[in-house]
Every structure is written in C-alpha cells, then in structure tokens.
C-alpha cells in the first residue's frame, strides 16, 4: 500500500516537480524489481522517462523508454495495455529524436490497439487513444502532412471538448496544437481563431501552472501570427507583454529562445540586422544547451538557417554559406540523405546554399561555385521526391508541391545560366527535367500506382478490400458534403458522426496501403518508380514537324520550352503584371463576348498581345503544324487555338463590318492543330493499360426536365450517333445507372449533358445524369471518377464547363476532365467554359465526319473549326462558340467504321470477282 501511494504522488508530481517525482521513481524501482512486479516495475519506468522530458534531459529519456518498452515485450504480449503504454512512450522518443515515419507507424499501431481494447473495456484505454491520436497527429504535423494532423486535431479538439469541458488542459492542448498547424499552413485566420480560445479559458479560469504554460505557447504563437502580418505595433506590445510574463512566471529556456527568435524577426522586418543578428545567435546559444544530447536538432538546424538567411540580406555570402553548411552538418560536400529527416525544413536551406554560390559566382565569377548550386538543387530534388512519397493526403501533397515550386524556378534558371557559361546541350535538357519535375506529378503518381497495382497481380481479395473502402470513403464524404450544403444544414451531431466515420475509414485505408507495401515489394517498386521522360526519348516520340512546347510560370519568370524532333530551345520572359491582366482580360472576352467594333477591338488587341508575348518567340520561323502544349498557371483555362498570329488593323470598320470579321481573323488554329497534356511525361505514359473494348461508339443525351432543359443535346446526339454507326441511350433511360453498366464497353464516350465544376471541393464537381435533383441518383461526381476505371480510348465531355475547375499551383486545373484521365482515359474533349448547345452541334459533326475519316483527334478539331466559321452565321462567328472545345491527351485516330465497310466491300468484289473468273475457266 505505502508503494502504491508512492507511485501515485510520484504521478501528481511530475508534471509541475520532476526532480521530487524522479527520486520517488527511483526509491520505488528495487523494490519492484525485488519483488518481480514486473507490471509496476515498468510503470516506474515510464514515470522515469516522463520526469526526463520535462526536465528536457534526453539522454535520460531515451534510457528510461527503451528500457521500459524492452521489459513489456519481455514479459507481457504486444497488446497487452503495458506493452501498448510503452511502445507509445517509445514512440514519442522517436519523435524527438526526428524518426517521425517510426513514429507515426508505432502511433496508429497502439492507437487502433487502444480503441479495440476501448470498446470490450475502461475509459482507461480510450484516454491512451486519444493521447495515441494526438502523437500521430503531432508525427504528422513534422513530416509536412499537415491535412491529416488537422483531421486528427479537428477530432481530437472535438473528443476533448465533449468530455471534458472548456476547463480540460487536454482540450488546451489540442486546440493549441490545431492552431499551430494553420500558422505553417499560413491560415492566419484560423490559427488566430484557436489561439484566442485559449485565451477567453485563461481568462475565465484564472492561474494555474499548466494552463499558463499554454498560455504563453499560445501568446508565442499569436506574435508569430502578427509577424506574418508584419503588424509591428502589435508584435512590439506583444514582446513587451511576453518579456514581462517571463520575468514572472517561468525560466524555461526553450521559451525564452523563442522570445528570442521574435525579437530577431522584429529587428529583421525592421532591417536592424545588427541586433537581429544577435538575438539569432542568443537563440542558437540556448537551443544548443537545451538540444545538446540530440545530434543536430531541428531547432540548432533552423537557427543556423536564419542566420545565414539574414547574412544573405547584409551581402555577407561567405559567412552565410558557412552557416548553411552547418545547418547540413557540411564541413565539406559530404552530405548524405538521412534516415528520416524532416524534408520541408531541408529543401529551403539546399535553396538558401544554392542562391548563396550562385551569388558569390556573380562575384567572383568561378565555376565552380554554379556547380555548387547544381548538386544542392540535385540534393533537394531529391528530397522532394522522397517526401512526396511520405505524405498520405492529397491536400499535403499540395502544399508541398506549392512550397516546394520556387527550388524549380531556380534550378531551370541555374541551367540557364550554366548554359551561357559552359555551354552544353546538357543543361538545356536538365532544364526540362527540373521543369517536368514540378508538373502534374500527383495525377502521374496516382496513375502510376494504379497501374502497379495491376502489374503487380495483387490478390483479388485486397483489391476487393480497398475498393468497398474507397466506396464507403466516397459515400460519407457526399453524405458530408450533403448535410453541410443542405439548408437548414443537418443536425451537427448527425455531421459529427459521420465525419468519425469517415476518419476511421481513411485510417483503415491508410493502413491497408502500408500493408500492400510492406507484403509486396513487387508493388512498392512499381509504385515508387517515378520516372520522367527523358528529353532524348520524348523527341524520339515526336514526329517531323511536330513541336512540343510546356511553360513554368515562375514567381518572376516564364520558361517557355519548345522541343522538335531534332532540337530544343527555351525562352525567358519576364513575368509582369501587364502578362497576368492580358490572360484575366483574354479569359473574361472569351467567357462573356461583346459585340461590335469595341468587342472585337479588345478581342484581337488581346489575342495578339497574348501570341507575340508567349508563343511567337518560339514559334519564329519553324516549319511547324502540329503543337502538343502542356501549359501552366492562367495558360490553362485559354484554347491557345484562339490566339491570333498577326496583328490586325480595324481602321474604318463599323459594327456590323466588325461582327463578320470574326470569320477570317488570322487564327492560330489555321496553321497548327493542337492537344493539351498537364505534363510531356503524362503525354507519352499511360501507366494504366486498359483492355480494347469491344463496341465502338456510345452517346448519352439525358432529356431534363423544367429548368435543366436542354434543347440541343438529343438532336446532337442522335446525328453523332447515326454518323458513327453506333448506340445512344437518351431520354428517362439515359440515367447514371445506365451509363455506369454500359461504359466499359464502348471504346468512344459522348457524353452530352449538364455538368458543373465546384471551384472550392473540385472532387465534388459532377455530370448530371437524368432522374430526380439528389446527389445519389442523378450526380456523377468526380470522386466517384477517381474510383471508377474507364477503358474507353475518348470521352467527349459535349457538356459546360468540363475542362474548368480550381488551378493547383504545378498540378494544373482540377476538372471533370481530370478526372477522367485519372480514371484511364488516353483522350479527353471538353469544353473550357459554356457550350452553346446550337453551335455544339454544328461543330461535333465536323469534328466527328473527319474522325470517321481516319483523322487525327487534333486534326479533326482543326478542320472542325474551319467548317464551323465557313458555315456559321456572322453572329455565332466570336471563338466563344468554337473554341471552348480542346482535347487533352494522347492523338491517336480511332478506328473508322467506313473504313471495315469499305474492306468488307472490297474482299467480297474480290472474291466475286476471282469465282467467276474460276467459273469461265
């Protein structure tokens, strides 16, 4: 009994007096060791590495963890509570120690281990899962996949609140920790939200050690916010009010470092870099004592990354480079990748070393320097591949890709420069190589693993599995999506629900892809084979007279690279305001067209502008007529067909004169036929190899009723269908389960119908099927895409807007389109902005007559356009009505019906012929 009541003080006390507790735990520990209490006895350990931590000695952290974790396996199963207990106190010296992959594997191990044992017994157990669900969110948090620390926290800030009331220390803590999550995110809003929660409880509950701890972190926080904002007047209160609280309250020195570091991003934004100078060294000085057992801590790394930042700012290059150096342990250029390293704070220190020799070469003009520069964007390529490849969730992804964009500005330019310097068409391809790197990688990664998974031979029973879990994920998050959009909005409770459903099914998936990857290597290889095409093989895929041209539009510069068969150039243009205006300006005429002289006046005005700023430097004098453009930034909502290759005097002309113009302006589509890719990789890889289908054509034409009404899309279908000799479902029947059962067995799908784009949850963007206004029965959504495999070798997306959705940052515009060739469709046609049903009309007859002719998608697009402005009246002339149809993708022709009657025709005469001929003889 004395001991139990020891341990249990022990307990009490180690929070606010570690020293005290640590001498109870180490009069207790014999004693259970003399008595082989085993259970206690690792208990006892625990409570030791726990007093260690808060006493920030890590040395005695680590000791006392593994050694409680050795016993528990020693002695008891892995599931047992014990063993559980230890492994997550184990895992939180992973975490410290920077092994954050080990970290977040150990947490959802114990975690789904602590809510099994929840459910069959105590709240004891459901406590630890929810401590095991905020470690793996913190674990999450350091590796940069910052969107699954926020579901975590999210449901974490919600449990804590429910059960414990706004007084709970552990609702604290989650709040806080969601608020610095939004910081790094830089959802300033949102982090100020959480942290001024924090406050309103400080107020109402008065003094108290634990929550005034939180309270600073919290006032530490909110400064950074204001930094951020660069609101001085605020931040100076705030330092002052922060001196002054640690003056009174705590001597903690990791928190007196952080005060540090705001005061030197204070004199930093003031550029007092003398005094932010020393304020970054006091904070070094401090996280070196507090850091000294770990070998190169995080925090020592990002001080001397500072440093060398502000360094950079006083023109002191070489004492910066050295700083950098330090920061990647470099003495010399001997670094080698890490085990497991926190890739987002690495990358930024690789550009900082990187710019800082590219600088110093200015200077000195060495070249050695520029190569340098060369191996750190190498290094941090990398880095980013890897790093990708850790973070699960796509809104991660994102982030980091956006981050992580400017290391690929500045290496195409590194190549550039090196190009001037040495010479070498080396450097020219490894220009392209950094470019493609920042393109579309998601989409290819995604493809890529979808293609493993089949190459692989996966057992039927796994892939059975993560199929009904990806149903049942998409089902909860419409059902979401619902209930937030419903008005009045579904009950919150009911919402609350479904969202805890719906975090354990994306941990079930979660779990179910490590496993996939750890059972077969096979597929981990396949899946992580991201291979960019090489600049000698892609031009070997071109043909004479083709040319390939992909833009990078960087913070300050557009690359625009242009590659032939035999050849590659790249241009650099300034990236100005007047470029951005003109592309807004371009969109927004093509969008909502104006009659009349003035209409057309800004319409070539800016077409033209457009071409000779973006295209002509690289079109200039190439015997070119066919271009593969994989855009970038704004480039990708503009049908580049609608440019204008010269420009054109509208002297004299009234309006009416000037509305029949619109017939024979010089449009670049008259010179070249175009396809769109997001990337030159994607353009010449389709991971995914679908088997041919065996029917040819299938049109859908729903018919609607009242406001959803079309009155082109039947006639439009029908005259398409009958043209390709093949089947058309319409009408009542022409509803999504239709076309779910029937779209695996046409090799071209007509899809003429509504469709709506959702700029701010792409995934929700939907084609809308006939049958009653709800989500299940007549929305096919994107997501469901995203789950679906089409085997058909074209979709024409005959509907509004389909090419149109939310522009990702190196990713490219999130659409139905996109969606579509997720799901494995070479080719897509669809429409940038709203279709006019009678001109769609006219225009897919001309471009399906010439696909029956055996021609080139982006050829038959080509002549398509042509017909249509010969044929069309004066007032459906404006691109408006032509252009918004483009196809992205491969180009392939499809096979022609006529072309098997005429065979068919051809061997009968012959064999007619060759038996009466036999007959005469």
Not at 142 to 169: F, H, P, T
Not at 268 to 282: C, G, V
Not at 363 to 385: E, P
């Amino acid at each position: 009994m004395m001991e139990e009541k020891l341990f249990q003080e022990a307990v009490n006390l180690h929070l606010t007096q570690p020293d005290s507790a640590e001498k109870i735990f180490l009069y207790l520990l014999p004693k259970y060791e003399t008595s082989k209490d085993w259970y206690n006895h690792i208990l006892t350990l625990q409570g030791l590495s726990r007093c260690k931590i808060i006493a920030e000695d890590y040395s005695g952290f680590e000791y006392y963890a593994s050694l409680a974790l050795k016993e528990a396996e020693f002695y008891y199963s892995k599931q047992n509570p014990i063993t559980l207990s230890s492994a997550t106190n184990f895992a939180e010296m992973l975490i410290v120690k920077g092994a954050y992959d080990e970290a977040i594997l150990a947490y959802q191990n114990s975690s789904s281990s602590y809510k099994l044992l929840a459910s069959k017994d105590s709240s004891t157990h459901y406590n630890a899962y929810l401590i095991s669900l905020g470690n793996t969110a913190t674990a999450y948090t350091l590796i940069g996949d910052y969107e699954n620390a926020i579901k975590n926290y999210e449901k974490l800030v919600s449990i804590r609140k429910n059960e414990y009331s706004d007084k709970g220390v552990n609702y604290i803590d989650a709040l806080f920790c969601l608020g610095e999550i939004y910081l790094r995110k830089n959802e300033l809003k949102n982090s100020l939200s959480c942290f001024n929660r924090i406050f309103e409880i400080q107020h109402k509950l008065g003094n108290s050690r634990i929550r005034n701890l939180y309270f600073i972190e919290a006032k530490h926080s909110s400064a950074f916010v204001l930094l951020k904002q660069e609101k001085i007047k605020e931040l100076t209160f705030t330092l002052n009010e922060l001196i002054e609280i640690h003056s009174s309250i705590t001597n903690n020195p990791y928190k007196i470092q952080v005060l540090y570091e705001l005061q030197a991003e204070r004199h930093k934004l003031l550029k007092n870099y003398d005094s932010a100078y020393l304020y970054f060294q006091k904070a070094l000085k401090v996280r070196q004592k507090v850091y000294d057992y770990f070998d190169h801590h995080l925090e020592i790394v990002e001080s001397y990354q500072s440093i060398a930042d502000l360094l950079i700012l006083q023109n002191k290059i070489g004492q910066a480079i050295a700083n950098y150096n330090l920061a990647l342990q470099l003495p010399n250029q001997s670094f080698k990748l890490p085990a497991s390293p926190q890739y987002l704070a690495l990358v930024p220190i690789l550009d900082g070393k990187a710019q800082a020799h590219i600088a110093r070469y200015k200077r000195d003009r060495k070249t050695q320097d520029l190569d340098t520069a060369m191996w750190c964007y190498q290094v941090a390529d990398s880095l980013v591949d890897k790093a990708r490849d850790r973070l699960q969730n796509e809104g991660s992804k994102l982030f980091f890709t956006q981050k992580s964009r400017p290391i690929y500005e500045h290496a195409i330019q590194l190549c550039l420069d090196m190009y001037q310097s040495k010479g070498g068409d080396d450097f020219l391809e490894k220009a392209f190589y950094f470019s493609e790197r920042n393109k579309a990688t998601m989409l290819f990664q995604s493809l890529q693993e979808a293609g493993a998974k089949v190459q692989a031979g996966l057992p039927d029973s796994l892939l059975s599995k993560e199929k009904q879990l990806k149903v049942d994920i998409a089902f909860y998050q419409r059902k979401i999506f619902e209930g937030e959009h419903a008005r009045p909005q579904v009950d919150s409770s009911r919402l609350e629900s479904w969202k805890q459903i719906l975090f354990d099914l994306e941990e079930a998936y979660r779990q179910l892809s490590q496993r996939l990857e750890k059972d077969f290597p096979e597929y981990f290889k396949l899946k992580y084979s991201h291979k960019i095409t090489r600049l000698p093989d892609l031009q070997s895929q071109l043909h004479k007279g083709e040319m390939l041209i992909e833009y990078f539009v960087g913070d300050n510069t557009i690359y625009v690279f242009g590659i032939e068969k035999k050849g590659i150039q790249i241009h650099q243009i300034k990236r100005k305001k007047e470029i951005d205006q003109f592309l807004d300006d371009f969109i927004a005429c093509l969008n909502q067209p104006k009659r009349g002289r003035l209409g057309l006046t800004s319409y070539t005005d800016l077409a033209y502008k457009i071409y000779d700023s973006l295209l002509e430097p690289i079109l200039h004098e190439k015997k070119i007529n066919q271009l593969i453009v994989v855009p970038d930034g704004k480039l990708s909502y503009i049908p580049i067909e609608a440019l204008l290759i010269e420009k054109v005097d509208l002297s004299g002309l009234d309006d009416k004169q000037a509305n029949r113009l619109y017939k024979s302006l010089p449009y670049l589509f008259q010179k070249y036929s175009l396809r769109y890719g997001y990337s030159s990789t994607l353009q010449f890889q389709n991971p995914i190899k679908t088997p041919q289908a065996e029917q040819k054509f299938l049109a859908l034409a729903p018919a609607y009723s009242g406001k959803w009404h079309l009155h082109f899309n039947q006639p439009q279908a029908r005259e398409i269908s009958l043209l390709m000799n093949g089947k058309i479902i319409e009408g009542e029947e022409a509803n999504k389960a239709s076309f779910l059962n029937q779209m695996g067995h046409f090799q071209v799908l007509h899809l003429a119908m509504h469709a709506e784009p959702d700029l701010d949850s792409p995934l929700m963007s939907f084609l809308r099927f006939e049958g009653p206004d709800s989500l299940e029965e007549s929305k096919f959504f994107a997501y469901e895409l995203y789950n679906s495999q089409i085997q058909a070798k074209m979709v024409v997306l005959a509907a509004c807007e389909t090419a149109f959705g939310k522009l990702e940052t190196g990713e490219g515009v999130y659409s139905l389109t996109r969606a579509f060739r997720f799901a494995g469709c070479p080719a897509v046609v669809s429409s940038l902005w709203k279709a006019d049903g009678e001109a769609t009309i006219q225009f897919m007859k001309a471009f399906y007559k010439q696909l029956e002719k055996g021609k080139q998608k982006s050829k038959a697009l080509q002549i398509a356009r042509s017909e249509y402005l010969n044929f069309a009246s004066n007032d459906k002339c404006h691109p408006y009505y032509w252009a918004n149809f483009v196809i992205i993708g491969e180009d392939d022709p499809i096979e022609s019906s006529f072309s098997w009657v005429w065979m068919v025709c051809g061997a009968i005469l012959f064999l007619g012929t060759l038996s009466f001929f036999f007959i005469k003889k």
